[in-house]
């Protein structure tokens, strides 16, 4: 049987206009791991569309760790707008529940990461993203990676 979460994320990222748009920059060698409640995941570019599935992945360039209630919260996000998915995923990350806060662990370089287009999903938030991030001490996209490096 499959995780929920696994199914939901996968469902999320085929079907949601937001998620479609947010993953278009990434290029096919950009890969995730997923630590969800119910086990590992991972999320791939590998056929050029965004994918989950279950199991570990090798060599990934972050680890995600989503806790059920932030994948509930997640992809119940409607519409088209990669500003609010964006604002939405960055507001899970600075959660004060353990049971919805997001973690991430970066693996990969920095050159490696700009490689792989996750700088693009940044700017495909736009000027919404932009704002909220200088709000929030972030100045520029290298200074997000370093943030999230450091794990704050």
């Known amino acids: ?25 990434l290029g096919r060698d950009a890969r995730v791991a997923l630590a969800l409640d119910g086990g590992p ?6 056929t050029g569309e965004a994918r989950v599935e279950g199991g570990a992945e090798a060599d990934p ?16 996000i409607p519409g088209d707008d990669v500003g609010a998915f964006g604002i939405a995923f ?8 353990p049971e919805r806060r997001v973690r991430v662990h ?22 919404k993203v932009a704002w909220w991030l200088l709000k929030k001490g972030v100045k520029n996209p290298k200074a997000a990676i370093d943030r999230l490096r450091a794990g704050s």
């Not at 970066?106 to 000027?127: I, Q």
């Open 1 to 25: 049987m499959t995780d929920p979460s696994t199914e939901a994320l996968s469902r999320f990222f085929a079907t949601s206009p937001a998620a479609r748009k947010a993953t278009r920059p």
């Open 90 to 97: 960055f507001q899970l990350l600075l959660a004060r529940e």
């Open 106 to 127: 970066v693996h990969a370089s920095t050159a490696r990461l700009v490689s792989h287009g996750y700088l693009g999903v940044l700017a495909a938030g736009g000027a």
């Open 41 to 46: 995941a991972r999320f791939s570019m590998a």
């Open 61 to 76: 360039d972050f680890t995600l760790t989503l806790p059920d209630a932030a994948v509930k919260q997640i992809t119940a």
